[in-house]
């Protein structure tokens, strides 16, 4: 009852007329953000991040929440219009949304996707009301050294799992672990990674180095492979879906919402895993009903079960984020900037010291997801046509509204200079295939976990042990072990079945059985999608 009556203030907070403009603002914007590719809700707020510092923080989040929502909309309609997924997250809505356009079917692929958005993001929602204030109460039992067991957890999940390869993900954290500790030692008093320049000693504003890295880069990389050629737009009309299309979508808006919300919620799970699992599973439960034949020419089921995931883990990413302070998606690190940037930590004790903030933010989760209801099922197609902006012009705009953002937080010109050597360095990481969140992440999350760990030295006097102490710890430290070593010893496996030798003792010469399996070893990652 006492998480429904704070939920009740929080529908309060959240429908004020004021908060209500945020709101309806924040999913405009996301929906805009969510077609244009390579434009993305992480680089969006990253943007209004300096644009805001006048703004209330509930206000501020509320719109923060509905660009986040949004995004995930608004990448359904270029998935299926364009085949150009404006998120990641909306590839596999791609694969059978636009083929279902190009058969005439793309008013029924707008519906199915726009309602199993509003019906996941809604019971998502409130899974968690429902799973927040349990994780809170949790987290209220931890110790210095128990989060910095939960943030080198977090540092090794979000370096396996965001990125091609470990290597990658391990060598952008280091990036951004560096980034966060330019400027004073605060036990020592000496000035680290300075170079000599007196204004990097306060160390780089978060708000800039994630403007330099999504805004900037992004914008570098696009420009460096611009296409001129303008998309084709496959004509549609005002979405509907028939009965026999309601009877094939909501048990997959179902199954996607089980799927994306657990998964969502886990360090570093993002929502492309889920929106993976999802299709695998209509596809194979279509051929249990004999329909695997329409999939790879626009099933109705590989539309609705994503975009159910997808949206399901949105919400499943805030559990994390606002219970322990961990970002596990792109967008919630710069939500953590963004936090930062008012002075708050987000973690158990925001739960406590702003009730108004946290409560108002959910409830507005509910409210936008109506609105985006209400906006995407009559404008889908009209939000395609934000494609035919000049590429040029549009990333040019991005740039010069990065740059005026972020003089006017200080005023310094060498904030200017460090925006735009953090935007080169995106546009390598990029052209290198390193992934950018990492980086954020171990710029935000590095600095704490050294306040954690010398916290737990200095109660302890100096003895090492007690960061193996606590059980939580050693619970946390084993689930990172399994992280790294569960698929070496998968692979190790897998290896030594492929190799052990045949029985031969029914004289077949283990030949007969037929052909030996080739592994396949796809080491590329996720595709590109900023075109």
């Known amino acids: 009852m006492d998480g429904l009556s704070l939920l009740l203030d929080g529908f309060s907070t959240a429908l004020t007329p004021q908060n209500l403009v945020f709101a309806l603002l924040g999913v405009?914007?996301?929906?805009?953000?969510?077609?244009?590719?390579?434009?993305?809700?992480?680089?969006?707020?990253?943007?209004?991040?300096?644009?805001?510092?006048?703004?209330?923080?509930?206000?501020?989040?509320?719109?923060?929440?509905?660009?986040?929502?949004?995004?995930?909309?608004?990448?359904?309609?270029?998935?299926?219009?364009?085949?150009?997924?404006g998120e990641s997250s909306s590839v596999m809505t791609a694969l059978e949304?636009?083929?279902?356009?190009?058969?005439?079917?793309?008013?029924?692929?707008?519906?199915?996707?726009?309602?199993?958005?509003?019906?996941?993001?809604?019971?998502?929602?409130?899974?968690?009301?429902?799973?927040?204030?349990?994780?809170?109460?949790?987290?209220?039992?931890?110790?210095?050294?128990?989060?910095?067991?939960?943030?080198?957890?977090?540092?090794?999940?979000?370096?396996?799992?965001?990125?091609?390869?470990?290597?990658?993900?391990?060598?952008?954290?280091?990036?951004?672990?560096?980034?966060?500790?330019?400027?004073?030692?605060?036990?020592?008093?000496?000035?680290?990674?300075?170079?000599?320049?007196p204004q990097l000693l306060d160390g780089i504003d978060v708000v800039i180095v994630a403007v330099g890295l999504f805004a900037v880069g992004e914008a570098l990389w696009v420009a460096s492979r611009l296409r001129r050629t303008p998309p084709e737009i496959v004509p549609v009309g005002r979405p509907w879906m028939g009965r026999s299309d309601w009877s094939r979508s909501w048990r997959p808006?179902?199954?996607?919402?089980?799927?994306?919300?657990?998964?969502?919620?886990?360090?570093?799970?993002?929502?492309?895993?889920?929106?993976?699992?999802?299709?695998?599973?209509?596809?194979?439960?279509?051929?249990?009903?004999?329909?695997?034949?329409?999939?790879?020419?626009?099933?109705?089921?590989?539309?609705?079960?994503?975009?159910?995931?997808?949206?399901?883990?949105?919400?499943?990413?805030?559990?994390?984020?606002?219970t322990l302070g961990l970002p596990t998606s792109a967008t919630a690190a710069v939500l953590i900037a963004a936090f930062?940037?008012?002075?708050?930590?987000?973690?158990?004790?925001?739960?406590?010291?702003?009730?108004?903030?946290?409560?108002?933010?959910?409830?507005?989760?509910?409210?936008?997801?109506?609105?985006?209801?209400?906006?995407?099922?009559?404008?889908?197609?009209?939000?395609?046509?934000?494609?035919?902006?000049?590429?040029?012009?549009?990333?040019?705009?991005?740039v010069l509204f990065a740059a005026l953002g972020v003089y006017a937080v200080n005023g310094s010109a060498v904030d200017l200079v460090v925006l735009y050597a953090l935007g080169l360095l995106g546009f390598t990481m990029r052209r290198f295939g390193l992934p950018v969140?990492?980086?954020?992440?171990?710029?935000?999350?590095?600095?704490?976990?050294?306040?954690?760990?010398?916290?737990?030295?200095a109660i302890s006097d100096g003895d090492y042990s007690t960061l193996v102490s606590s059980p939580i710890a050693v619970g946390l430290y084993v689930v990172a072990a399994l992280v790294v070593l569960g698929p070496v010893v998968a692979s190790m496996v897998s290896r030594h079945s492929r190799h052990r030798p045949r029985d031969d003792s029914d004289g077949s010469g283990g030949v007969a059985s037929g052909q030996e399996d080739v592994p396949t070893n796809d080491r590329s990652g996720a595709p590109t999608l900023q075109e």
Do not use: H
């Open 340 to 398: 930062q940037q008012y002075g708050l930590q987000p973690g158990p004790l925001l739960f406590e010291k702003q009730p108004e903030l946290v409560w108002g933010l959910i409830a507005s989760l509910f409210i936008g997801n109506a609105m985006l209801l209400v906006i995407n099922l009559p404008l889908a197609p009209a939000w395609t046509r934000l494609l035919q902006v000049p590429r040029p012009l549009l990333y040019a705009g991005i």
């Open 253 to 322: 808006w179902l199954r996607g919402t089980v799927l994306g919300f657990p998964l969502g919620s886990l360090p570093a799970g993002g929502a492309e895993i889920p929106t993976f699992l999802s299709y695998s599973i209509e596809k194979r439960l279509a051929g249990r009903r004999g329909r695997t034949s329409e999939f790879g020419k626009g099933a109705i089921e590989g539309v609705a079960g994503p975009e159910a995931a997808n949206n399901a883990a949105a919400a499943g990413v805030l559990v994390p984020l606002l």
């Open 437 to 457: 969140a990492p980086a954020i992440i171990g710029v935000i999350l590095g600095p704490i976990a050294e306040k954690q760990v010398r916290r737990a030295l």
């Open 28 to 85: 405009l914007l996301g929906t805009m953000v969510g077609v244009l590719p390579g434009i993305g809700p992480a680089m969006t707020v990253a943007l209004l991040l300096p644009v805001t510092y006048g703004v209330e923080p509930v206000s501020a989040f509320i719109m923060f929440a509905g660009i986040y929502y949004g995004g995930m909309y608004g990448g359904s309609t270029t998935s299926i219009l364009l085949n150009t997924p």
């Open 97 to 197: 949304g636009n083929l279902m356009a190009r058969r005439g079917r793309g008013a029924q692929a707008l519906a199915t996707a726009a309602l199993g958005s509003f019906v996941a993001g809604t019971i998502a929602t409130a899974a968690l009301v429902l799973v927040a204030p349990q994780v809170v109460k949790l987290a209220l039992a931890f110790g210095p050294a128990d989060y910095f067991a939960l943030m080198v957890l977090a540092f090794i999940m979000v370096s396996t799992v965001l990125g091609s390869s470990v290597v990658r993900g391990v060598t952008t954290l280091a990036i951004g672990l560096a980034i966060g500790l330019i400027g004073i030692d605060v036990q020592t008093g000496q000035a680290r990674f300075t170079l000599g320049v």
